[in-house]
């Protein structure tokens, strides 16, 4: 699932217009003779990045899916440790985002990525030997969970940054892409294989092949060699609190930027309690096996493929504003007909496909014009904090959405509680449509 960023589940993601830097790139393109794709590839540092930020996001889409499903298929755990498993991994972007934003402004992103990756990994390969020992039990998973997600914090933050510091402003839109784009791919891949493996092998693997991941991304990072453009230190740097202070200012003071905030609360909120259900739906009212839960979760992958393609096109020709709202509407309104679902798996696995691919492409058709708002008017320098802040206000409540869905399917029933909880989905785009950001056009600031 998209992350904030993601968010998530995907992530805002990344920095400037879609309209205005397609155009640039183009232009640039015809002016300097090689298409500006071929110059991208060719930049050994961005393949570099765009292999460990791949490898890096399959493990981190694998293990959304296989925590969860290691605690509901292998220890049996109830909708209330499930909400608490959920919250304990997305506990950290409530804790760290802005200081993290803070920190990573003023750091080289390459030793925060590969930081990261290596600390996901002996947390995952930990987990991998506690299982074959028989240790792996529900306390086990809450240290993992919240150590990758802490991890993860710090990884996603990087990344965004080290994109704006390593690619030109006339290749940045590209970049943004191939990055989304392989983060897309992980959808796909990540969820079906982490259902598989913890269907068919054992928890144990599940958790060692999402360390294989990270220690992957770590090899690729580590050889990236650009020195990075980070702002100059003053003698006497502004203390942690006051960078902090100004990118929240940043963000709150521009209506743009304050109303993406607000929209990702709303939906991240929602979007976390109804996954908490959602993950406890498949396997035990529709009665699907965690290789189904898997594949069905996989779809919003090829969704979020197609989601990229319309980005690169879509705000261009109709207004970002435009595109936001509805796109918004679509995607979350598609989720109002999980809890209608009933019957035998040939019937159930089809139709959660067509509403996962559904919400892919359009969720992420608005985490990539979103993106691009926040990169046409964030300023040098604070890319960090600006993706940080709206990270924390975004994504800062989910811990309390997954306690609440763990909560509202244990009192209300699992199909009650996910027409309620994807029914506060559409609270988001109704955010959008009230904004300044709703009349936003073909071009960006």
């Given at each position: 699932?998209p ?9 805002s993601s ?5 309209s205005?830097?397609s ?9 300097a003779g090689?298409?500006v ?7 050994a ?9 791949t ?5 981190e889409?694998?293990s959304?899916?296989?925590?969860p499903?290691?605690?509901?298929l ?5 909708a209330?440790r ?13 804790l760290?985002?802005?200081?993290v ?9 390459r ?13 995952l390969?930990a ?10 039990g529900?306390p ?5 969970a919240?150590t990758?997600g802490?991890?993860s914090?710090?990884?996603d933050v990087?990344?965004q940054?080290?994109?704006v ?24 891949v ?9 269907s068919?092998l054992?928890?144990?693997i ?5 360390a294989?991941?990270f ?30 202070h100004e ?8 209506p743009?930027?304050?109303?993406v905030?607000l ?11 109804t996954m908490t259900?959602?993950?406890l739906?498949l396997?035990?009212e529709?009665?699907l096996?965690?290789g189904?839960v898997g594949?069905?979760l996989?779809?919003?992958?090829p ?7 319309l980005a690169?096109r879509?705000?261009?020709?109709f207004g ?8 918004a509407a679509?995607g979350?309104g ?9 019957g035998?798996s ?6 959660l496909?067509a ?5 892919g492409?359009f969720s ?6 979103v ?5 046409a ?9 600006v993706?940080?802040?709206?990270t924390?206000?975004g994504?800062g ?5 997954s306690?609440l ?18 029914a506060?989905?559409m609270l ?5 449509a ?5 009349r936003l056009?073909?071009e960006l600031?």
């Open positions: 699932m992350d904030a960023s993601s968010c998530p589940p995907s992530s990344s920095a400037s217009s879609s205005s830097a155009s640039s790139s183009s232009s640039s393109a015809s002016d090689p298409p794709p071929s110059a991208l590839w060719r930049d540092d961005f393949r570099r990045l765009w292999v460990g930020q490898a890096s996001q399959l493990g889409h694998s959304l899916v296989i925590l499903l290691i605690a509901v292998t220890l049996d755990a109830g209330d499930l909400g608490v498993l959920r919250a304990v991994g997305q506990a950290p972007i409530l760290l985002s802005l200081l934003g803070a920190w990573v402004d003023r750091w080289r992103t030793t925060v990525m590969v930081l990261a990756d290596l600390g996901r990994a002996l947390a390969g987990a991998a030997l506690a299982g074959l020992l028989g240790g792996l529900l086990a998973l809450l240290v993992v919240f990758v802490a991890l914090v710090f990884f990087a990344y940054a080290s994109l510091r390593l690619v030109e402003r006339d290749r940045l839109t590209r970049a943004t892409s191939a990055i989304e784009g392989s983060r897309s791919a992980a959808q796909i990540g969820p079906a294989l982490g259902g598989a493996l913890v068919l054992s928890a144990p599940a958790a060692a092949s999402c294989l991941s220690a992957g991304s770590f090899l690729s990072i580590r050889r990236i060699r650009r020195i990075e453009s980070i702002p100059k230190r003053s003698e006497r740097a502004p203390r942690v609190w006051r960078r902090i990118g929240l200012r940043f963000v709150v003071g521009d743009s930027l304050r109303t905030g929209a990702s609360a709303a939906f991240q909120f929602s979007f976390a309690a259900g959602y993950l739906f396997p035990r529709l009665h096996s965690g189904a594949l069905t996989a779809a919003t992958g969704g979020a493929l197609l989601g990229s393609l690169a879509l705000p261009s020709r970002h504003g435009a595109v936001l709202v509805s796109a679509l979350d598609v989720m109002l007909c999980v809890p209608a679902l009933r035998p040939v019937v159930t696995i089809p139709s496909v509403v996962n691919f559904v919400f492409t992420q058709l608005v985490n990539v014009t993106t691009a708002v926040r990169q008017v964030t300023p040098d320098g604070m890319h960090g904090r993706a940080a802040t709206i924390f206000v994504m409540a989910s811990p309390l959405g306690l869905g763990g909560f509202l399917a244990g009192e209300w029933g699992l199909r009650t509680s996910l027409l309620v909880t994807a506060g989905m988001s785009p109704v955010l959008m009230l904004s300044p950001l709703a056009g073909r600031p």
